[in-house]
């Protein structure tokens, strides 16, 4: 299998910019990812992740109503600010207007090189996973290392995104209630397509998430049976729309 490459009349574009989503506290993560980043030659950005005051929270668009309707419990502080990171570095790629990498701090990029950011940044695909929790099923498309998944791998360690996929992320989570992974496979909210490119050149390196703050209560049966019920209508929307990627 090949990587997609431009036509020959396309332009050169510069090296892609990289976006490292890390807590300032993180010091032994930072100094790690700047092993790694400095040992591929790589030039980078940091980009802050948030660990978001009760006001923060309060003032962040997440929709506590809609969660607990939805889930039965509500989201984790970590999780919100692992949301609020990943919109920042959103709003990032827009201003860039072209594709970025985006890292958080616990990634292993040993395979990431300048050649494959090329590709990536040529490829005609705006939101491509270079990393996942749990292998799912999948496709490659055509003779490439491109592939569609049909289930959600999970996590965001390591994904290029494009200007347009950025803005429409954007716009649809200025009120939001899931997991920023979640949000991001939710194609049937959002439009944006979510592709990989295999194999997977950036792994997660094992270490305990920042996001240790997760409260997910055992829930009573009527929670569960209103959780179930309220969910049919999305969980359908997102078969179709899925089924509709999937084959065409």
Same mark, same amino acid.
């Given at each position: 299998m090949i990587d997609a490459m431009p036509m020959k009349n396309s332009y050169i574009c510069q090296l892609?910019?990289?976006? $490292?989503? *890390?807590?300032?506290?993180?010091?032994?993560?930072?100094? =790690?990812?700047?092993?790694?980043?400095?040992?591929?030659? /790589? &030039?980078?950005?940091?980009?802050?992740?948030?660990?978001?005051?009760?006001?923060?929270i309060q003032s962040s668009g997440y929709n506590v109503r809609q969660r607990h309707f939805r889930y039965g419990y509500g989201m984790s502080a970590g999780e919100v600010g692992c949301f609020l990171a990943h919109r920042t570095a959103w709003q990032a790629v827009q201003a860039q207007h072209e594709k970025c990498l985006i890292l958080e701090?616990?990634? $292993?990029? *040993?395979?990431?090189?300048?050649?494959?950011?090329?590709? =990536?940044?040529?490829?005609?695909?705006?939101?491509?996973? /270079? &990393?996942?929790?749990?292998?799912?099923?999948h496709k490659f498309i055509g003779n490439t290392t491109?592939?569609?998944?049909?289930?959600?791998?999970?996590?965001?360690?390591?994904?290029?995104?494009?200007?347009?996929?950025?803005?429409?992320?954007?716009?649809?989570?200025?009120?939001?209630?899931?997991?920023?992974?979640?949000?991001?496979?939710?194609?049937?909210?959002?439009?944006?397509?979510?592709?990989?490119?295999f194999p997977y050149p950036v792994r997660h390196s094992g270490q305990d998430s920042h996001i240790n703050d997760r409260n997910r209560p055992p829930l009573f049966v009527p929670t569960r049976l209103r959780r179930m019920l309220v969910r049919i209508p999305g969980d359908l929307s997102k078969y179709f729309y899925r089924l509709a990627y999937w084959y065409f």
């Open positions: 892609m910019k990289i976006f $490292v989503i *890390s807590l300032p506290e993180a010091k032994e993560r930072r100094e =790690l990812i700047d092993q790694q980043m400095s040992a591929a030659g /790589l &030039a980078y950005s940091i980009i802050d992740g948030i660990r978001p005051t009760a006001a923060q701090d616990d990634a $292993v990029v *040993s395979e990431l090189n300048s050649f494959l950011l090329e590709c =990536l940044q040529h490829s005609p695909y705006g939101l491509i996973r /270079l &990393a996942g929790s749990f292998r799912k099923r491109y592939a569609k998944y049909w289930g959600d791998p999970a996590g965001t360690v390591a994904y290029v995104i494009g200007p347009q996929e950025a803005k429409k992320l954007l716009e649809k989570s200025g009120s939001f209630y899931m997991a920023v992974d979640d949000f991001m496979e939710a194609r049937q909210m959002h439009g944006v397509h979510t592709y990989a490119r």
